[in-house]
């Protein structure tokens, strides 16, 4: 039977490496990232497929560096027939993408070409896109640019948020590794090229793009806070104090104001201007040094008024 090597990290890859588990392959080893300290304590924590891979019994290699030979040298080791990877985060060296007689096999979480890179899910809410899915393709030396083997659409909904979307996509592209590789064993896939003149990039979101800019479309700032939820979070200013917007809904008014001005209050209910018609309502919020709450808790402890701006 032929030996797999699976590479993995975040969530996103579990169902992922359970799949091939469940497929009954003969996965020889996983790859993953070291254990990182997470928290306000610094808690050493391992990745989320390391525990997984555990459970099976599987044996895990943790390198820092890949590309480092003496940790590359580890995994030809292990001498793999195909390599999967999936949110896998880092770059294989030629000599792995090279050695395994199947090849090195990307499960992507985008229509390729579009959104290539490390935060395909989040771009794909923050354009508005109404679509995405799930690519796998050939792995080479350029990002994400490999040859397509198989993709699946999925729809984004109108309240579809990054941590709903990475579910389905996970799940999905489980499946679809599930139908591509007897396919790709077998010889019977034809890869096709991506084409380069219509990729576009989805790099990891940088903390000054968490940032809400209130002069945009109500609509714009709405696929922001959801594109960003529940991580890394947008944010907005109040009196210079950080606040993080996890949820809001966009709403019609007739009225007029100037971008980011608080234009209604209530016992639960706060509601800022953008730079067109479409307002948006904070549903929940979490102050700089507090715990995540609803608008209406939040407006027990603090008091606005109407005219306040946030930026």
């Known amino acids: 039977m032929e030996r797999i090597v699976f590479m993995g990290t975040p969530d996103f890859s579990v169902p992922v490496l359970r799949q091939l588990i469940e497929d009954g392959y003969n996965v020889v080893g996983v790859v993953t990232q070291p254990d990182r300290p997470v928290g306000r304590k610094r808690v050493l924590t391992p990745p989320p497929v390391k525990v997984e891979a555990e459970k099976h019994g599987i044996s895990v290699l943790q390198p820092e560096k890949i590309k480092d030979p003496n940790e590359s040298e580890k995994v030809l080791a292990l001498k793999p027939d195909l390599i999967v990877t999936a949110a896998f985060g880092q770059i294989l060296p030629v000599e792995v993408l090279e050695a395994p007689k199947y090849g090195c096999i990307n499960v992507h979480a985008s229509l390729l070409p579009e959104l290539r890179g490390g935060a395909p899910i989040h771009y794909a809410i923050l354009q508005g896109k109404k679509k995405t899915g799930v690519t796998i393709m050939y792995m080479v030396k350029k990002l994400d640019a490999g040859d397509i083997l198989t993709q699946v659409e999925i729809p984004i ?155």
């Open 157 to 311: 909904l109108e309240d579809d948020h990054v941590g709903s979307l990475h579910d389905k996509l996970s799940v999905a592209g489980s499946k679809l590794l599930s139908e591509t590789i007897p396919m790709l064993l077998a010889g019977k896939l034809t890869p096709i090229k991506q084409d380069d003149t219509q990729a576009t990039f989805a790099y990891n979101i940088k903390r000054e793009q968490e940032k809400i800019d209130w002069s945009q479309s109500g609509k714009d700032i709405y696929n922001h806070i959801r594109g960003l939820h529940p991580w890394p979070v947008a944010y907005t200013k109040l009196n210079g104090e950080v606040i993080k917007v996890w949820w809001a809904e966009k709403i019609e008014m007739n009225e007029s104001n100037e971008c980011g001005v608080i234009a209604e209050v209530g016992s639960d209910t706060i509601i800022v201007s953008t730079g067109d018609q479409t307002y948006i309502k904070i549903i929940e919020l979490q102050p700089a040094g507090k715990k995540r709450m609803t608008a209406e808790q939040f407006l027990r402890g603090t008091k606005l008024q109407i005219g306040e701006k946030l930026g």
